[in-house]
């Protein structure tokens, strides 16, 4: 079992960045794929990007694509989003998810364990 614990959410203006950071406790963070997924006010949960075991492989949803980057340090158990030019309808509670599949999982039921989530809030 793993434990996950998000931070880095916060406020910033439209075309900002923010770096998410999900910090893993627990079964050996390297034998997980590592998934991020966001949910806004009255809308379902949906995928936005994630991370092979090794790291050396990612894929990103295309409403984020070319804005927001996937890594993970295995050795301090971390997995990060790092979101840059920020637009409001980025605005969500963002959730990272471990995965013990071998491919890279892009939806909800391809996860086993949940972080709590952070918010993060973009400005206009």
């Known amino acids: 079992q793993v434990q996950l614990v998000e931070s880095g959410g916060g406020l910033v203006q439209a075309g900002g960045s923010l770096r998410l950071s999900c910090a893993a406790s627990?079964?050996?963070?390297?034998?997980?794929?590592m998934g991020w997924f966001r949910q806004a006010p009255g809308k379902e949960r949906e995928f936005v990007g994630a991370?092979?075991?090794?790291?050396?492989?990612?894929y990103c949803a295309d409403s984020v694509k070319g804005r927001f980057t996937i890594s993970r340090d295995n050795a301090k158990n971390t997995v990060y989003l790092q979101m840059n030019s920020l637009k409001p309808e980025d605005t969500a509670v963002y959730y990272c998810?471990?995965?013990?599949?071998?491919?890279?999982?892009?939806?909800?039921?391809?996860?086993?364990?949940w972080g709590q989530g952070t918010q993060v809030t973009v400005s206009s």
């Open positions: 991370i092979n075991r090794s790291g050396g492989s990612t």
């Open positions: 627990g079964r050996a963070f390297s034998s997980y794929g």
């Open positions: 998810a471990a995965s013990l599949i071998l491919r890279i999982g892009v939806q909800m039921n391809d996860y086993d364990y």
